[in-house]
């Protein structure tokens, strides 16, 4: 068997499909998100789905990702003129600011009760955080698992309040 062993012993974290990976949580390679936030805004439909594409990879990082979004992913629709303006631009640098800033994640404990905290965004969309407090190393430690969230189809748009906060509800459950 002639194939050389990438393994590393004894690390505290490592680096894995774009993620910086310890014990207790997980991060987004900043090396990573620096290489495609150092390209210029997208000049066409094909850089801004690879923009869209590589920032939907770490949504879960990112509160209200498809809210924010919106505006980006309706210039991947042939019927719409591609035009960068000014609340693209706003939702370009808003998701750039949000890759940088990406709080870390903490990895779930079985063993903890959850928290789950929903957010309904008007007629925009839902959102959910499921949160869990533990304890490392002797202290209290409150953190999120991860954050998801997606945008109401049309039918939903028209719910009530409370039947739109029952919705978020029962689909992040």
Known sequence: MGGSCACNFGQQELLALGHKVSRLSLAIN???????LQKPVPKNIKEIQSFLGFSNYYRNHIKHFPHITSSLYKLCSKDVVFEITKE??????????????????????FEVPFKLY????????????????????????????????????????????????????????
């Open 88 to 109: 693209r631009r706003d939702a370009y640098e808003r998701i750039e600011y949000e890759l940088k800033n990406a709080p870390l994640l903490i990895l779930p404990d």
């Open 30 to 36: 900043q090396n990573k998100v620096a290489e495609v």
């Open 118 to 173: 929903i957010d309904v965004a008007c007629s925009l969309g839902l959102g959910a955080a499921l949160d869990q407090r533990q304890i490392v190393d002797g202290e209290p430690r409150e953190g999120v698992i991860c954050y998801i969230s997606r945008q109401l189809k049309d039918s939903e748009a028209r719910y009530g309040a409370t039947q739109t906060e029952f919705l978020c509800l029962v689909w992040a459950l």
